[in-house]
C-alpha cells in the first residue's frame, strides 16, 4: 500500500487517504499490539451499540513494519475547521457538537472500559503531584456516581467531520463507559487547553441546558479530569491542567 495524501501528521500517529480508505500509521515501528489492538477493538465495540455516526472499521495491518489501522474514509471538514472558516456559525456548530455528544451519551456497552477505573489508574500514576493531593483527587474521584453512559473521551471539534455523506465522529482510541458529566468535563477543558476559552463556555452552557445538567455539577470533574490528562506530560498543558487540580481543595 502507498501512502501519498498525508491528512493529518500527529505526536504518534499520521493519517493518510489511501484508496478510499483512511490509513491511521503508527509512527513508532516498536509501537505495542496491545495499544493498536486497543484502539481497534474499542472502536469495534462502539460501533456494536449501532451508533452510526462512526467510520466502519475495516483491518489492522503493517506498512513499513509499522502499524496501522484502516477504517472506512470519511470526505469532509472538520467541525473546528468549519469554526475558524465560518465563526458568525460557531454557536449553531457548538448547537450540533453537543447534540451529538448527547447521542453518544445516550447509548451504553459493557464492553467499554470503565471510565472512573482508567482515571484511578491515570491519578495513581502521577509522580508530578504529591500524595496528599493525590489522595485529594482519589478520594473526590470515589465520591462521583458511576455511570454507565458511553463517553467519547476525547470530544472536540477536530474528531468531528462534515460531509456531503453526513456527520460523523472520529478517533474512539479514549472511549469508555461512564458518568457523562465526566466526558463534558473533558470536552470543556480540550477547548481550555487550545485557549478556545469563549467557545469552552458557550459550550458548557449549551451542554448543560440541553442535557439538564447543573452547570455546578459538571465543573465538580474538572479536577479530575485534569489529573488524567496530566499523565501525558505535555509541556503546554501542565500549568493550566495543574491550576484546575489545584480546584480539588474547593471540595
Not at 73 to 100: H, I
Not at 118 to 133: E, H, P, T
Request: hydrophobic share 35%; net charge negative; charged share 30%.
Amino acid at each position: 500500500m502507498e501512502l501519498k495524501n498525508l491528512i493529518s501528521d500527529g505526536e504518534k500517529v499520521q493519517v493518510y487517504e489511501c484508496d478510499g480508505k483512511c490509513v491511521k500509521l503508527f509512527k513508532d515501528p516498536k509501537e505495542p499490539k496491545s495499544v493498536v489492538l486497543y484502539e481497534a477493538i474499542t472502536h469495534s465495540r462502539v460501533e456494536e451499540t449501532g451508533y452510526s455516526k462512526i467510520p466502519a472499521f475495516e483491518e489492522v495491518v503493517k506498512i513499513d513494519n509499522k502499524y496501522a489501522i484502516i477504517y472506512e474514509f470519511t470526505e469532509g471538514k472538520t467541525l473546528e475547521q468549519l469554526m475558524w472558516e465560518n465563526p458568525e456559525n460557531c454557536d449553531e456548530y457548538l448547537q450540533t457538537m453537543v447534540d451529538l455528544q448527547l447521542e453518544i451519551n445516550s447509548l451504553s456497552s459493557a464492553k467499554l472500559s470503565r471510565l472512573k477505573d482508567y482515571m484511578k489508574r491515570s491519578i495513581d500514576g502521577l509522580d508530578i503531584i504529591d500524595d496528599v493531593k493525590k489522595y485529594e483527587l482519589l478520594n473526590l474521584l470515589e465520591k462521583m456516581p458511576a455511570h454507565s453512559k458511553m463517553c467519547h473521551g476525547d470530544f472536540s471539534p477536530d474528531n468531528i467531520i462534515i460531509g456531503d455523506e453526513g456527520t460523523f465522529v472520529v478517533d474512539w482510541l479514549k472511549a469508555k463507559q461512564g458518568n457523562s458529566s465526566a466526558d463534558a468535563a473533558k470536552t470543556y477543558l480540550n477547548f481550555c487547553l487550545k485557549h478556545h476559552t469563549e467557545w469552552a463556555e458557550k459550550y458548557l452552557k449549551l451542554y448543560c441546558a440541553k442535557s439538564g445538567t447543573d452547570m455546578s455539577y459538571v465543573r465538580d470533574w474538572l479536577p479530575i479530569t485534569a489529573a488524567a490528562q496530566l499523565k501525558f506530560k505535555r509541556p503546554e498543558e501542565r500549568e493550566l491542567l495543574l491550576t484546575w487540580i489545584d480546584m480539588v481543595d474547593m471540595y
